[in-house]
C-alpha cells in the first residue's frame, strides 16, 4: 500500500480525557445491555437487529440449489463461526503452519506502542470479528501502558465466546485505563452501532486483524471497507462541523499477501487435521440452523464428509471444500411451512464451497485503499514483505499520495 508522507513519530504519556461507554444510551435504536456474569465480569452488548436476524437457512438452500460464479455450490461461510467454530479457530491459531497469527503477533509486539500513540484518549475501539483475542490483547496493553482512557469493543457472532474470551482478557484486573466490552452481533449491526450519535461523536478507530478481511475478494473487501469508511468519515464530518474540531478515525488492518502457494497450502491443511475439524463443523452448524424449520434435522453427517483445500494461484485465494464421501441426497426443510421440501442431490467427490482466504497483493491493497478513501499512515511489514498491519486514515480525495495528515 502507498505511505502516506512520514509523520514523527512521538510517545506522549495523556491520561486526561476520559471515555464514558456510551453505550447503553441509544437515541434511535435501542440496544439491549445484557448482564454480564458473576464470574466473568463483562458487559456484552446485544447489538442484534431483531427485525433481520442472521437467516442462514436461506442461504444454505440457495447455495446447495445453485452454482456460484466459480461454478461449485457453495454453503455459507458465516456457518463456520459457532461456539465450537471459534473454539476450533483458536485452535487453528496454535497451528505452527498457520503463520498468520505468529507473524501477526511479532508485528504488533514491535509496533504496538507506536501504534496506541495514534490512539486518541477517548477513543472506540472497535474489533470486526475479534475471535479468542489473543493478539488485540497486545495493543490494549500498550495502550494500557499509556495510560489512555479507550473504550475496547469486541464484535463477534457467539455470545457464550464473547463472555469467555473477554473474561480472559479482563481476568486479574489487568486494565485500569481500557475498558473492555462485548458487541454480539454481525458487521452490519456493528456498523449501525457506531453510527448512533452517542459513539459518532468520539474518536474512533475500527480493527480487523487476522487477514479477516480476506474471506472477500479484492472489490469485496473495498466495498466493505468503503462501506465502514463511509460510516466513520460521515460522523467525523458532522462533528467537525458541529464543534469546529472534529475528530478523525482511524483504521487497522492485518492483512496477508503471501502469493507462496506452498506456504498457503500448508498452513491451511495441517497435518493434525484441526482445519479439517474446524470446516466439517460447519456441517453440524448447518444442521442446527436448518433445525428451526424442521425438528430433529440431521441431514448433514459429517462422518460421511471431508475436506479439500486448493490453491488459487490465478485467483490468489486459498478454498475450502466440503466434499461428500458417498452420493449426499439431502432434503432440506423449505422456506414457509406450505411450500414441499427441496431434494438436493451432492455426488460423491462434488466440492461444495465453504471458505475462501484471498490474498491481497499489492495493487489489491492500493485499490482497497483507493476506493475507500483511505491513506496509509504507517504500514509494519513481516521480514518478507508479505504480511503487513497498516494504520490508515480517511482522506478526503482518493489521491494516494494525500497530504491530509491529520493523523
Ligand atoms: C479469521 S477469524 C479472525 C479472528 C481474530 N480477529 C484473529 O485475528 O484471530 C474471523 C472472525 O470474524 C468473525 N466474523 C466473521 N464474519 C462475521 C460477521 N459477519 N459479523 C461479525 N463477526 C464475523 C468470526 O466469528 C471470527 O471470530
Known amino acids: 500500500m502507498p505511505i502516506e508522507p512520514s509523520v514523527p513519530n512521538r510517545l506522549t504519556l495523556d491520561s486526561s480525557a476520559s471515555g464514558g461507554s456510551g453505550t447503553e444510551k441509544t437515541s434511535q435504536i435501542q440496544f439491549s445491555v445484557e448482564p454480564s456474569t ?107 501502558k499509556l495510560g489512555k482512557q479507550v473504550d475496547y469493543y469486541a464484535l463477534d457472532l457467539d455470545r457464550a465466546e464473547l463472555e469467555r474470551t473477554l473474561g480472559q482478557l479482563v481476568d486479574a484486573g489487568r486494565f485500569q485505563h481500557v475498558r473492555c466490552h462485548g458487541l454480539h452481533g454481525t458487521y452490519d449491526d456493528g456498523q449501525r452501532w457506531i453510527a448512533l450519535p452517542e459513539n459518532a461523536g468520539r474518536p474512533r478507530c475500527l480493527l480487523s486483524l487476522g487477514s479477516t478481511l480476506g474471506s472477500y475478494s479484492p472489490p469485496e473487501a473495498a466495498a466493505f471497507l468503503k462501506k465502514w469508511a463511509d460510516t466513520l468519515r460521515a460522523g467525523d464530518d458532522s462533528n467537525s462541523n458541529a464543534t469546529g474540531t472534529g475528530t478523525s478515525s482511524r483504521i487497522i488492518l492485518g492483512l496477508d499477501g503471501c502469493q507462496d502457494g506452498e506456504r498457503v497450502f500448508a498452513a491451511y491443511n495441517d497435518p493434525a487435521g484441526i482445519h479439517k475439524k474446524f470446516i466439517l463443523n460447519a456441517l453440524d452448524n448447518a444442521n442446527a440452523h436448518l433445525l428451526g424449520l424442521g425438528s430433529g434435522y440431521q441431514e448433514f453427517d459429517a462422518r460421511d464428509w471431508t475436506v479439500r483445500g486448493e490453491w ?96
Open 38 to 144: 458473576e464470574e466473568h465480569h463483562v458487559d456484552i452488548v446485544d447489538i442484534r437487529d431483531s427485525q433481520q436476524p442472521l437467516d442462514l437457512a436461506s442461504d444454505i438452500r440457495s447455495g446447495l440449489q445453485n452454482q456460484n460464479e466459480h461454478g461449485h455450490r457453495s454453503l455459507p461461510s458465516l456457518l463456520l463461526w459457532n461456539e465450537r467454530g471459534l473454539k476450533l479457530f483458536e485452535e487453528v491459531t496454535y497451528v505452527p503452519e498457520y503463520y498468520l497469527t505468529n507473524t501477526e503477533i511479532e508485528l504488533l509486539k514491535a509496533h504496538s506502542l507506536e501504534l496506541a500513540d495514534r490512539i486518541e484518549p477517548g477513543t472506540i475501539l472497535l474489533e470486526l470479528g475479534s475471535g479468542n483475542l489473543r493478539k488485540v490483547r497486545i495493543l490494549l496493553e500498550a495502550i494500557e
Open 312 to 407: 488459487d494461484a490465478q485467483g490468489k485465494r486459498h478454498v475450502q471444500y466440503l466434499v461428500p464421501l458417498v452420493n449426499a441426497d439431502i432434503i432440506l426443510p423449505p422456506h414457509e411451512t406450505d411450500d414441499p421440501p427441496v431434494a438436493v442431490a451432492v455426488k460423491a467427490n462434488e466440492k461444495v464451497q465453504v471458505a475462501s482466504s484471498y490474498k491481497f497483493d499489492e495493487e489489491d491493497k492500493a485499490r482497497m485503499s483507493k476506493e475507500s478513501w483511505l491513506g496509509v499512515a504507517r504500514e509494519y511489514l513481516s521480514p518478507d514483505g508479505s504480511y503487513g498491519v497498516f494504520l490508515e486514515h480517511l482522506t478526503n480525495c482518493t489521491s494516494k499520495y494525500s497530504t491530509d495528515a491529520r493523523i
